[in-house]
């Protein structure tokens, strides 16, 4: 009877060890010709729920003309080595400026008189060191100020270049997409390549180059999503429903790929429609309402002031968690749970700067700071 006990012993515990051996990882990493390869199963490798504290909230400027008091619409945020918060408010064609506790400082260019410092309906803009860029779309102009308010100078992009999603990591690199249709090979194609931008717009190198040829162009497929930090450039996989990340350096080697299970979410009728009058609005065609189309698996991409990654994922919506924004936590490559940003309500926008969060409110006219561990 033992003999026969440990032999069935034995087997049974062969067997769990064979079990244990399919079980899919949570996290796999290999390192190969110098790229480090994630792939995350999905399944939760850790708790972690960021601890926001809400340090202040700016509801725009009293103590300058009517025409400038509270905020017209925001159309962007950023911050410098100091904390100190640049506004950019499209509606008044402004920057006001705060410092790190909130405070009014100032805000530019002066309303008195039309030149060349003046803006007709700026939509964005980054800062290099002391230098802020501004993209005014109203007169197609690069205008460059100072930090503190001193205009520099102003230029026509006479090439039709326009930024889309611009930004910066505060020092050298000042990042956009940029759009164009490209002959390659007898093939026409469109492309919209993560570029790398010199002080006067002009493309000085392709971090990822995202192009399709046109005939079989489904106009979703060329918008993606991308963060920058620290020189490092964050971009998410723009083709079907990947879950992918690449981080890639400002000289163009990919570090890193970073990928996760996704089960593809259908647009509603809602959903498609309005993403129909986006295509429509920027000049092309809608996608066909007949049949299913499918999320991006990568909505937003945010690196965190201890490098984490906060991933913006479509979800299965019910009438319970309709206005709920999840994240995506990513360490090191490695998934370590989705969690709730309870402090972001719907229809509102946050961003990572620095070291802090920024959240522009629903109706774009006040911007929340919130502290966080």
């Known amino acids: 009877m033992k003999i026969k006990f440990t032999v069935v012993s034995a087997v ?3 067997i769990i060890i064979i079990g244990c051996s399919k079980e899919k990882k949570k996290h796999s990493f290999e390192l190969i010709d110098g790229i480090e390869f994630h792939k995350n199963s999905g399944e939760p490798g850790g708790i972690y729920r960021p601890q926001a504290d809400l340090l202040f909230e700016i509801n725009g400027p009293q103590n300058v003309p009517d025409s400038m008091k509270g905020f017209g619409m925001i159309a962007q945020v950023i ?3 100091n904390e100190n918060i640049y506004i950019l408010d499209g509606k008044h064609a402004v920057i006001k400026k705060y410092n790190s506790s909130g405070e009014f400082d100032k805000y530019f260019p002066e309303q008195s008189s039309i030149d060349v410092s003046q803006f007709k309906a700026p939509t964005q803009f980054a800062a290099l060191y002391d230098t802020l860029l501004i993209f005014d779309q109203g007169s197609n102009k690069l205008v460059r100020y100072l930090s503190n308010g001193q205009f520099i100078n102003s230029q026509f992009l006479m ?3 326009k930024p889309v999603y611009m930004m910066s990591d505060s020092k050298t690199n000042l990042s956009s997409f940029v ?7 007898s093939v026409d194609y469109m492309t919209n390549d993560l570029c790398l931008l010199n002080d006067r717009f002009k493309v000085s190198k392709v971090i990822k180059e995202i192009c399709f040829p046109i005939d079989k162009l489904s106009a979703a497929d060329l918008f993606t999503t991308y963060a920058l930090r620290d020189g490092m450039f964050y971009i998410a996989e723009n083709k079907g429903s990947d879950y992918k990340i690449y981080a890639i350096n400002s000289r163009s080697n990919i570090k890193q790929i970073i990928e996760k299970d996704f089960t593809p979410v259908k647009y509603n009728e809602y959903e ?3 993403l129909n009058d986006f295509l429509t609005s920027a000049g092309f065609n809608a996608l066909d309402t007949r049949i299913r189309h499918y999320k991006k698996a990568i909505n937003s991409i945010h690196v965190d002031k201890k490098n984490k990654l906060w991933i913006n994922s479509p979800a299965e919506r019910t009438s319970q968690n309709q206005d709920s924004l999840y994240v995506d936590i990513f360490e090191k490559g490695a998934f370590i ?4 940003l309870d402090f972001v309500k719907s229809g509102e926008t946050f961003s990572l700067l620095g070291n802090r969060i920024y959240v522009i409110a629903e109706d774009r006219r006040s911007l929340r700071v ?3 561990e």
Do not use: C, E, P
């Open 179 to 185: 759009w164009k249709r490209a002959l390659i090979d």
């Open 272 to 274: 498609l429609n309005a």
């Open 337 to 340: 749970n989705t969690t709730v």
């Open 370 to 372: 919130y502290d966080y």
């Open 12 to 14: 049974f515990l062969i």
């Open 159 to 161: 090439s039709g270049f």
């Open 79 to 81: 911050t410098d080595f």
